[in-house]
């Protein structure tokens, strides 16, 4: 017993028509059962009134968006424009993407236009220097695969490479290479790459920033100690300034000069003494008495 | 009644305040202070106002194996951990690192192509597909081997085809050289210098310094990987030593004395620096370093007067002479305290073991802020005491694009593929006498090395893999497997209980002259975290569970 298979009704093509072309391109922008009927223009019909709600509510929706950040555009910050460009692109295109704004160029055009030793002689001295980064810095893996895959496809170069470096010094090889002619000079790189003539990128660019990191270049030398013990005296001079004048009826010798030294430091250490040190002696010394007068009003002036 | 005052003088009150102030008004109690602490006491002595010294440097500028026999000059100025790490690429790496420079080749070319060299270069070398391509590879590389061409296999036939094609042509001939230097720079690697020890599952190598009585021997014997310095090396007992003449660079300088945080000032209206105090050091009673430390800053730290000495990178140093001249213009010849304490010396500070006459100061060039890959191949070697084996289990290896491997995930996808045919009934139950054992986990079996006692771990396979498909068989990396046609056997007490792991990564560090290098580097660490044998005997269980 053979089976046949139903009967299918007389297929009438729709392709070309308005309604199916509507509908594939709306299908692009990921809307639900948007790819269109082939064979049936009522099935067509019907499908186009069945979708047709939710794109109304799409786009009346991401209008609604542009709408509120319109009106406080003036103090948003870059990141809130760019939450509102993804809330608007998920909106009409039913899933999210990456947005990147458009900046102004930081770097000055001959940054860019004139590139290092090194660099300016061989276009491809930073595509090797990738192809070396890569093994340590796993956030170039990407960029890596984009450039191996694609100019394998395309069977010729296709991304352009730029070095710049601040602050730029004429003559200078590139730091991803060698060492700055200063000795303890920084340098900061920068790799662009892309796809098209970087030498006169200015004014408004749009990228991304890949990676970034710090590398040091050692010395040639290193500062090491050479110590040793010496039993240096620890005198040192006096703090304070005696000065001497000479008795009325003298004039000056060395002996006068040496006795005053003397006494000067003797009174030091007497300076050092104070009462409760003396003990006994206390009751004698300091001998140094004010009278008073009788009626006790006070000290007198004459010691 | 006729009375009397005394006047008292008293330069001591129970108030702290007055004394913290340290008033200067009265000129003789400051004199009285400097007496008191000893700064008028007359000393038969002088002060160091100049010093003379001599450094002999030889250049640290050999190396090999420590097995090898035959030293190679090496570049003193490149950091010594690349010449002591690199080790060989594993097939899937040098498939890649082939194919890539033979796009760079190209790439280089294409200015000046118009496809003729393009054609030569990949009919003559064209790469072949390598085996054991992860599925979600196989795409880049069959596309590599179609449009790239064998970079590698070109550079060591460098010479024939410079004779027989390069000559030609002016350009080609810059830009082929231009890529030679470029193939050299990208990977450090000298099969003749590799200073693994697959045996013992750490470097070892030892370095020379030239000088002109021979060559000074360093040895590094156990160097895990990670970081090297001159703690990592021993003196050769019987080596040269630096010619001992007086000669070599003199220079005059003027000494600084000593000074360090924490110091005990030496005056007496000075303040001290608060924020070390040594005083308050809390040292347990076996804590010799922070004591000897605290007692030296406190009750020795002056005196001490220090000089700056330039060494170069990768160099011995030694300081031939010194003489001090001091300020009454006597000049004082100073030896080094370790020549003065002589061999049987215990202050050992920055000496390196076996340097017992004078000993050099060891300034090895080492990698500077290196920066460091991520793990592409990783190994984990542990004891099994129950079944008496060792176990050593290849977690990860290098696979194309120097991306790394999961051999756990790959076997339990592959696992799950198999397991999955000829299921029956789910309510089924499964005896189980042992489970098996994941061939990444290569058995290591003791035996007795001949003609001694010392027992060794020799890798061996298990039985039961002859019934798994034979692309999931076998090690992929080059930890286990060093050379494919011998054995290994490992020494027993490398291998701990608690386990030991061997991971490889790329490293990349920057020599003097700014030329960056990358090596592919191991290093050994405790093994983190531990892993539990996968051994199990005598399970029962349903299917599906």
């Not at chain 2, 986990?441 to 090395?449: A, D, H």
């Amino acid at each position: 017993m053979s089976v046949s298979p139903p009967k299918m009704p007389a297929a009438v093509d729709v392709r070309g028509s308005q309604l199916f072309e509507a509908l594939m391109r709306l299908s692009y922008f990921n809307v639900p059962q948007a790819i269109p009927e082939l064979d049936d223009p009522a099935a067509l019909t019907a499908q186009a009134e069945a979708v047709l709600p939710a794109v109304k509510t799409r786009r009346d929706d991401a209008q609604g968006i542009l709408r509120r950040a319109r009106e406080n555009d003036a103090n948003a910050s870059p990141e809130q424009r760019i939450r509102t460009a993804r809330a608007v692109f998920a909106m009409i295109l039913g899933r999210e993407y990456p947005v990147m704004l458009r900046f102004q160029m930081p770097l000055q055009s001959e940054t860019l236009s004139d590139q290092p030793v090194g660099v300016s002689s061989d276009p491809h001295a930073a595509a090797g220097w990738l192809l070396k980064m890569v093994r340590v810095r796993p956030e170039l893996v990407p960029l890596r695969g984009l450039i191996t895959t694609a100019e394998a496809l395309r069977d010729q170069p296709l991304f352009a490479f730029r070095v710049a470096q601040v602050p730029t010094v004429a003559g200078e090889a590139w730091t991803g290479v060698a060492r700055p002619n200063d000795e303890g000079a920084d340098r900061l790189s920068l790799v662009l790459t892309g796809n098209g003539d970087l030498s006169a990128l200015g004014g408004e660019i749009c990228g991304l920033v890949l990676d970034q990191w710090a590398e040091r270049i050692p010395s040639n030398y290193e500062m090491t100690g050479l110590t040793f013990h010496f039993d240096a005296p620890t005198s040192r001079p006096p703090q304070s300034l005696l000065l001497a004048v000479p008795p009325e009826d003298a004039t000056w010798d060395f002996g006068l000069v040496v006795d005053t030294v003397r006494e000067a430091f003797a009174l030091a250490r007497i300076r050092a003494v104070a009462p409760e040190t003396l003990g006994e002696y206390g009751q004698h010394i300091p001998a140094v008495f004010l009278s008073q007068d009788l009626d006790m009003t006070g000290a007198a002036d004459d010691v | 009644m006729y009375r009397q005052y005394r006047l008292e003088g008293s330069t001591r009150s129970e108030e702290i305040e007055s004394g913290l102030q340290s008033q200067i008004a009265d000129a003789l109690w400051l004199l009285a202070r400097q007496w008191q602490v000893g700064e008028f006491h007359g000393e038969d002595a002088a002060s160091p106002i100049q010093a003379r010294y001599a450094t002999q440097i030889a250049p640290v500028d050999q190396f090999r194996p420590y097995a090898g026999k035959q030293f190679r000059s090496i570049d003193p100025f490149l950091p010594l951990e690349a010449y002591a790490e690199q080790q060989p690429l594993n097939d899937a790496a040098s498939f890649w690192r082939a194919a890539e420079a033979g796009q760079h080749l190209l790439r280089l070319l294409a200015p000046l192509d118009n496809g003729k060299w393009r054609k030569v270069l990949r009919d003559e070398y064209a790469l072949t597909m390598p085996s054991n391509i992860e599925p979600q590879d196989v795409a880049v590389v069959a596309l590599m081997v179609r449009r790239s061409c064998d970079g590698e296999r070109i550079y060591l036939e460098r010479a024939r085809l410079e004779a027989e094609f390069v000559k030609q042509d002016e350009d080609f001939e810059a830009m082929f050289s231009a890529w030679v230097a470029w193939f050299e720079d990208r990977l450090f690697d000298d099969s003749a210098l590799e200073s693994w020890d697959p045996e013992r599952m750490e470097y070892r190598f030892s370095a020379g310094a030239t000088t002109s009585k021979g060559t000074i021997v360093l040895d590094a014997k156990e160097y895990p990987g990670g970081h090297l310095d001159w703690f990592s090396f021993d003196k050769r007992d019987n080596a040269v030593d630096l010619p001992k003449d007086g000669k070599g660079e003199l220079k005059t300088v003027i000494p600084t004395p000593v000074q360090f945080s924490g110091m005990a000032v030496q005056r007496w209206f000075e303040f001290e620096d608060g924020t070390v105090n040594f005083g308050d050091v809390s040292a347990g009673a076996v804590d010799f370093a922070r004591m000897i430390t605290a007692a030296f800053a406190t009750a020795f730290g002056d005196d001490w007067y220090v000089m700056p000495v330039r060494v170069p990178i990768g160099s011995l140093a030694q300081i031939g002479t010194l003489t001090v001249l001091d300020s009454f213009g006597d000049t004082h010849p100073i030896r080094s305290i370790a020549a003065n304490d002589g061999t049987k010396r215990v202050w050992r500070f920055f000496e390196l073991n076996g340097d017992d006459d004078d000993p050099l100061l060891f300034v090895p060039s080492v990698a500077l802020g290196r920066l460091e890959g991520k793990a592409v191949e990783r190994v984990t070697l542990l004891r099994d005491e129950t079944e008496n084996l060792g176990w050593g289990i290849e977690k990860a290896y290098e696979g194309v694009l120097e991306r790394s491997v999961e051999r756990g995930r790959q076997w339990t996808t592959a696992r799950s593929q198999v397991s999955s045919q000829g299921v029956s009934d789910d309510e089924s139950w499964q005896y189980r006498l042992l489970n098996p054992i994941p061939p990444y986990w290569i058995p290591f079996v003791p035996v007795r090395m001949t003609g001694s006692a010392q027992i060794r771990l020799r890798r061996g396979r298990m039985s039961e893999w002859e019934l798994l498909p034979p692309e999931m068989i076998g090690i992929r990396g080059t930890t286990l497997l060093p050379d494919p046609a011998a054995p290994l056997n490992v020494y027993e007490e490398e291998v701990p209980a608690s386990g030991i792991d061997v991971s490889s990564s790329y490293q990349f560090a920057r020599h003097a002259s700014g030329q960056a290098v990358v090596w592919l580097g191991r290093r050994k660490q405790a093994a983190q975290p531990q892993i539990t044998l996968a051994r199990e005997t005598d399970r029962l269980k349903r299917q599906g569970e």
